[in-house]
């Protein structure tokens, strides 16, 4: 339980630059359909990588804070990648049942 409560902090970090960017690859495969979803997969693990960039760059000095607490650099950056790119496809998933 500790664990999970460490990842959602550093989760919460980029959490809303995830948002817009899974909730605009969203509104694109509602407007053009499945036919965009390799198009869409790829831009949102390019921009997942930018912001991979964008904390490893200007944040480094909190992976200390995280890494005194137990959870290493990679474990962080696995355990909340996962987390976004399940929420993902699960919210693409649910709109197309939906739909």
């Known amino acids: ?4 409560r460490i990842v959602l902090t550093f989760y919460k970090s ?8 899974t ?3 969203l509104s694109a495969l509602h407007i053009n359909g499945l ?5 869409i997969l790829l831009f949102k693990l390019f921009t ?5 960039l964008y904390i490893n760059l200007y944040k480094k ?3 200390y804070y ?14 909340t990648l996962a987390t976004d790119l399940i929420l993902f496809v ?3 998933t649910l709109m197309q049942w939906i739909k």
């Not at 339980?1 to 999970?4: A, D, E, I, N, S």
């Not at 036919?35 to 198009?39: I, T």
């Open 66 to 79: 995280y890494q005194n607490l137990g959870l290493s650099k990679p474990t962080l950056w696995i355990y």
């Open 1 to 4: 339980m500790r664990q999970l």
């Open 35 to 39: 036919k965009v979803l390799s198009a």
């Open 48 to 52: 997942l990588g930018i912001i991979i």
């Open 23 to 25: 909730l605009t690859c």
């Open 90 to 92: 699960s919210l693409i």
């Open 14 to 21: 980029f959490i809303i630059a995830s948002g817009i960017i």
């Open 61 to 63: 000095k909190e992976f």
